[in-house]
């Protein structure tokens, strides 16, 4: 039997699985952005993450097919710039970065999928915008991984740490 891409390291999720406007859920909200970091606080290159979250109002009824493709050669061209979906997907950058353009979460969080190489299995995170009880739940130093700094009106920046002393805390959903 052939491994499937979580039994197997390396850094190929850059070929297929990213689009144009992956990272463009909607305009006129805000901007997520960060970095991931390798466990030596090294920028990781050829992360992938994808990103799902309700709309302002709390539902997660997102419009699907907003991916628009080339009538003649079928290739994707990009979000059609208008509906909202509530997914995304985004590769990091050579330094990497990452950006995410959406709308305020109604459930005050952003659910994150982390795929990286060195990693067998996928990592599950969030982004907090508020109060929550679960992040009640964690020690003061833990929690604070979880929330966004607020740069500026609009702009949060997240980074995410795969391991070490800053290391994000990850969600088993097993």
Partial sequence: MNPTP?????????FALPFPGGGDL???????????????G??????????????????LRGSPGTLRRDPVNGA???RDGVRFTGFGRVPT???GHWTLRTLEPGNGYISVCVFARGLLHHL???????HDRFLD???????QTLVPVRERPGVHRFDIH?????????????
């Fill in 93 to 95: 950058d050579l330094d």
């Fill in 124 to 130: 599950y995170t969030r982004i907090y915008f508020g």
């Fill in 76 to 78: 994707v061209l990009g």
């Fill in 162 to 174: 795969l391991q070490g002393e800053k290391e994000t805390v990850f969600l088993d959903f097993g």
């Fill in 42 to 59: 090294e920028p990781v290159p050829d992360a992938l993450l994808e990103f799902w979250q309700p709309d302002p109002s709390g539902s």
């Fill in 137 to 143: 739940s964690l020690p003061p130093e833990r929690r």
């Fill in 6 to 14: 979580s039994q197997t390291v390396g850094p190929f999720y850059g």
């Fill in 26 to 40: 909607a305009t006129g909200g805000i901007v997520v952005h960060g970095h991931v970091y390798d466990g030596a």
